[in-house]
């Protein structure tokens, strides 16, 4: 799990993939890194009627991850915001200065407006978008996946070298 201060409620932040032609090369990495501490390791097979779910373990962690994101980002937001109106009232602008609670009240709302839609962007990680089209389009092509679900950044590192070694291009999230 992440820290107390991370947006993030998923175990597992990066998706690292790769694409095989015949299951049997796809099985054996599969094999060889269930072995490894820190890789979550499924195989997807064309049809498999549990894609969603090999390519989403963590609906939980996507979840948690919308509430912890928001409950930071908005309040982080509006706190910016309260310091631009305050910067916004010192400086010779009118405008800010005539009406300073108004000018806090409505910079802090924009603040946590942005910080809300920066909250729903990591949520909805569009990095791992792209990655899950990618296996859903060679899915529908008859070609079998490797999904890794890694714990860190070396363990994704270590998953990307083994997919290459395998024959496969590695495709990563962020």
């Known amino acids: 799990m992440n820290s107390f201060a991370s947006p993030f409620g998923e175990h597992s932040l990066t998706l690292v993939a790769g694409v095989f032609d015949d299951a049997v090369p796809a099985e054996r ?3 060889r890194l269930r072995h490894e501490p820190g890789l979550h390791t499924v195989v997807i097979h064309p049809h498999d009627r549990k894609t969603a ?3 989403e373990p963590e609906q939980r962690g996507i979840g948690r ?3 912890r994101s928001h409950a930071l980002l908005m309040p982080l937001g509006a706190l910016c915001g309260g310091v631009v ?3 916004l009232v010192h400086l010779p602008w009118e405008a800010a200065a005539a009406s300073p609670g108004f000018t806090a009240l409505f910079l802090g709302a924009m603040g946590a407006f942005l910080g809300g839609l ?3 962007l990591l949520t909805l990680r569009p990095d791992r978008g792209i ?3 990618r296996i859903r389009d060679a899915l529908a092509h008859g070609r079998h996946a490797v999904i890794v679900h890694p ?3 070396t363990h994704a590192q270590f998953a990307m070298a083994a ?3 395998a024959g496969a291009v590695p495709v990563r999230s962020l």
């Open 65 to 67: 991850t919308l509430l």
């Open 85 to 87: 109106a305050l910067g």
């Open 29 to 31: 990495l599969a094999a």
């Open 131 to 133: 990655v899950i089209r």
């Open 53 to 55: 779910r090999k390519l």
């Open 151 to 153: 714990a860190s950044r």
């Open 118 to 120: 920066a909250a729903g």
């Open 163 to 165: 997919v290459q070694q």
